[in-house]
């Protein structure tokens, strides 16, 4: 029996990464930060939580005022959400009237809203080197949104593209999803003034290390932020809730550890690179704090499998384009050199 709303019967949901006990698996399937919160981000929650009688601040001015100064923004170019995919949300129910277009080779959710919000969407192919064509959405109408660098496969797109196609288009809005450009090129943030038909969306949860806090935000042309607000305010004003204010506030106190952490990805990500191409896989030029790789000698769900058996979790999509892949997050020195040794005895079994 069901009472859900017949336009909701068909719909399917969002498949999230498994989430495990730590310390049973080396897990390197949801792209998390391997390395805990900023160190004061424990205290400022402690303290907090002694209010927690009250609301949550609603101009959330604990996060707002320093990610703007961070950002190079004023706060009312910035919305603050429970987590990207909250943003995310709101742009796939408010700014599609037109429709909306996204890479068939993505991020799973942009499917996902659309099908929630009966977005008029168009899946529009990548190259078959996975790299993305903007002159592909010339044709079309509405919203774009893309990620860069892309998920699942690392590819960054130039800042001089994007541009190009926020001026062809200027009556389009442009939404760039910038979950993992700390990890990588320049950020379409410093953009915000000279293009008004642009959106870029952030998060808390990847290079900052507080995915279990839900924080994410966007910035864009005030009108823009202020429509965004106007949504918020009609389904949910206290999106973030205090001890993530307070998490969100201290992290952004402590740029050091971060910058130190993100940097320490980014070497790992470069040594796991090599490691792999060693041992035969080949790969993306992933820019994210993962990698996008497969084998020729063993297909990605029997190699998913195989990392599961002991006891590495991995994600493997089963999508037509990137079944032969796997998506492996970049973790710490020592859990990449376990995957390596882990992944060479797999590839010995599989030639033996
Ligand atoms: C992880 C991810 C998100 C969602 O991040 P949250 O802020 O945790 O909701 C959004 N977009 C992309 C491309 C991601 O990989």
Known sequence: MTFLNQKYQDLTPYTPGEQVNEGEF???????????????VE?????????????????????????????????????????SD???????????????????????????????????????????DFTLELKEYDALAGTVIFANPNAPTGIYLSQAEICAFLERHPDRLVVVDEAYIDFSGASMVTLIEKYQNLFVVGTFSKSRQLAGARLGFGVGNTDLIADMNRLRFSLNPYNINSLTQA????????????????????QVREWSKQAL??????????????????????TGEKLFEALREKKILVRWFNQPRTKDYLRI????????????????????????
């Not at 993505?106 to 190259?127: E, H, I, M, R, W």
């Not at 191409?277 to 063993?298: C, R, V, Y």
């Open 43 to 83: 205290s400022a929650v402690a303290e907090v939580s002694q209010s927690l009688n009250r609301y949550s601040n609603i101009t959330v001015e604990a996060v707002a005022k320093p990610l703007a100064q961070h950002l190079g923004v004023k706060q009312e170019q910035l919305f603050l959400g429970n987590g």
């Open 86 to 128: 909250e943003v995310l949300s709101y742009i796939f129910q408010g700014f599609t009237e037109e429709g909306i277009a996204f890479p068939d080779v993505t991020y799973g959710f942009y499917q996902v809203y659309s099908a929630l919000y009966k977005v008029d969407s168009t899946v529009v192919p990548l190259n078959n």
């Open 26 to 40: 080396i897990k390197l399937n949801t792209n998390e930060s391997p390395y805990p919160p900023a160190p004061s």
């Open 247 to 266: 998490a969100g506030g201290a992290v952004l106190q402590e740029q050091e550890y971060v910058d130190q952490k993100i940097q320490e990805t980014i």
């Open 329 to 352: 997050t970049v973790g710490t020195q020592e859990q990449m050199e376990q995957l390596v040794k882990v992944l060479s005895t797999i590839l010995e079994e599989v030639k033996a």
């Open 277 to 298: 191409t060693k041992l035969g896989f080949e790969q993306t030029d992933s820019q994210g704090n993962f990698l996008f790789a497969k084998h020729p000698q063993i």
